[in-house]
């Protein structure tokens, strides 16, 4: 079945550091979206990326999909304590009966 | 107020009982879902239910039945509880089901533990 990698799986960064998770499909997507879970906390919506080559910024998150849309990225310039937490990508091939497929997450820890 | 709400938020529970979690949304989303999360915080969808129609049923074992009274609602009954079922449950809805496009919005989860 369709599956979605995202590595790593953990990374400790310092505060100020930039920080990159990676996600793979091994289908083409239809689209992808990011989420954010704070421990404790439930998963939250950051961005959707629709678009071959697509790039979006929020503030010090940058997201890209990739030009086949097969993988795609989240980047964080220079850390801070707030954005630790476990990031999602989930992915969609946009057929009917399927679901978002969730990879298993790159949880972030920063330390001050 | 809340946009997807569920009940309880902890449930300890002896193995071999048989629990339910619910769930409301009131975003007039047509869409809800179920997910496990482990202890190692995969998300795996479990069940989804369109217009109070299920669509998806992943490979979850019987104990676990879903039922939509209306689209504003999805509850999650489990039998016979087992250790291994301990973990998080959300609930979760989104507008249209097969778009490709929709943002899905979690509930707070609730966090089962099976003794």
């Known amino acids: 079945g369709q599956q979605v990698m995202q590595i790593p799986q953990y990374q400790h960064v310092q505060e100020g550091e930039d920080f990159t998770t990676y996600c793979n499909s091994s289908?083409?997507?239809?689209?992808i979206q990011w989420y954010k879970q704070r421990p404790g906390g439930h998963p939250v919506f950051l961005i959707q990326?629709?678009?071959?080559?697509e790039v979006k910024k929020q503030k010090r998150l940058t997201f890209q999909f990739g030009e086949a849309k097969k993988n795609s990225s989240l980047h964080i310039t220079a850390t801070q304590t707030t954005d630790v937490g476990t990031y999602f990508c989930?992915?969609?091939?946009?057929?009917?009966?399927?679901?978002?497929?969730f990879g298993k997450g790159t949880t972030l820890s920063v330390s001050s | 107020d809340t946009a997807v709400s569920q009940t309880p938020k902890y449930l300890v529970t002896q193995m071999g009982n048989d629990k339910s979690i619910k769930c409301e949304q009131n975003?007039?989303?047509?869409?809800m879902y179920w997910y496990k999360q482990d202890s190692k915080k995969f998300l795996k969808i479990m069940f989804s239910?369109?217009?109070?129609?299920?669509?998806i049923n992943e490979t979850v074992p019987n104990r676990f039945s879903p039922k939509s009274p209306d689209k504003a609602h999805l509850n999650l009954h489990i039998n016979s509880l087992e250790l291994g079922d301990s973990a998080v449950y959300f609930c979760?809805?989104?507008?249209?089901?097969?778009?490709?496009?929709?943002?899905?919005?979690f509930g707070p989860g609730t966090r089962l533990l099976v003794l």
């Open positions: 989930a992915g969609n091939r946009n057929q009917a009966g399927t679901a978002l497929i």
């Open positions: 990326l629709v678009k071959s080559g």
């Open positions: 975003l007039g989303h047509d869409t």
């Open positions: 289908t083409t997507l239809s689209n």
């Open positions: 979760a809805s989104s507008a249209r089901q097969g778009t490709g496009l929709e943002t899905q919005y």
């Open positions: 239910y369109n217009n109070k129609e299920l669509i």
